[in-house]
């Protein structure tokens, strides 16, 4: 299987989402000011773009993210990414899950990092809209190119992976928010391990505006030779919620 394969996963994970209704989706921009450890160590300005929409069956969601930074007429860091993901909702709690991520980062020794899993989910506590907890766990396939071949001469790493991820929701007060979202990517033939943790609170302004705090860590078990295996970010953004 390899990269052609994984765009047409991608291609049928996207169609559900082209498919919504544009006035039932909800978002909210974010730029702050980034500063990172690891690959690469400053401070940036990063932007992201967040979606979701949700009905009765289906909850389909979207991630958006760019970092960028020039020191000296050279760049620094240079990052993107983007994650897609559709439920379908069977009961109250449970859903199925089809989701694709894709990562274009100059600094990581990659030249691009993409996976695609299908798997079951459970919405175990789910108090209100603004308060749960939400596990699902997947199987899948992982396609990335390293910037350099490997000592086999190789630059296209692919295997099966399986998905383990939790996203824990606690609305504090009626204007501030406490997130946690882990998952954890197991390659299953190479045993390469990724491992994402983001934990923020946010807490609105006036209006439409809020403020973030987020720290964010990404371990890679294996990481290509010459790169970190642990990168973080703490960033601190205004967001607006349309």
């Not at 983007?82 to 980062?105: C, I, P, S, V």
């Not at 490997?150 to 406490?178: C, H, K, P, V």
Request: proline share 2%.
């Amino acid at each position: 299987m390899g990269l052609k394969q994984a765009t047409a996963i991608t291609a049928i994970l996207v169609s559900p989402l082209a498919a919504a209704d544009a006035r039932d989706w909800e978002g909210e921009a974010e730029l702050g000011v980034l500063k990172t450890t690891g690959n690469t160590e400053e401070t940036n300005v990063n932007a992201r773009l967040g979606l979701i929409h949700e009905v009765t069956e289906w909850r389909n969601s979207g991630d958006f993210r760019s970092v960028y930074s020039e020191a000296e007429d050279e760049t620094t860091a240079e990052r993107y990414r983007a994650e897609l993901e559709t439920n379908y909702k069977f009961d109250e709690h449970q859903y199925l899950f089809l989701r694709g991520g894709y990562e274009d980062d100059r600094f990581s020794g990659y030249d691009f990092q993409s996976s695609a899993t299908a798997g079951y989910g459970n919405r175990f506590l789910n108090w209100n809209d603004r308060t749960f907890l939400d596990l699902s766990a997947g199987l899948g396939y992982r396609f990335n190119k390293l910037e350099e071949p490997d000592e086999d001469g190789n630059r296209e790493e692919e295997e099966a992976i399986a998905r383990l991820a939790a996203q824990f929701d606690y609305g504090i007060s009626e204007t501030s928010l406490f997130r946690q979202k882990l998952s954890s990517e197991i390659g299953l033939d190479e045993n390469n391990v990724i491992t994402e943790s983001e934990t923020s609170i946010q807490a609105s302004i006036v209006g439409n505006l809020s403020m973030k705090v987020a720290y964010r860590v990404k371990h890679v078990s294996d990481a290509p030779p010459d790169s970190d295996d642990t990168d973080t970010e703490t960033s601190i953004s205004v967001l607006y919620g349309f």
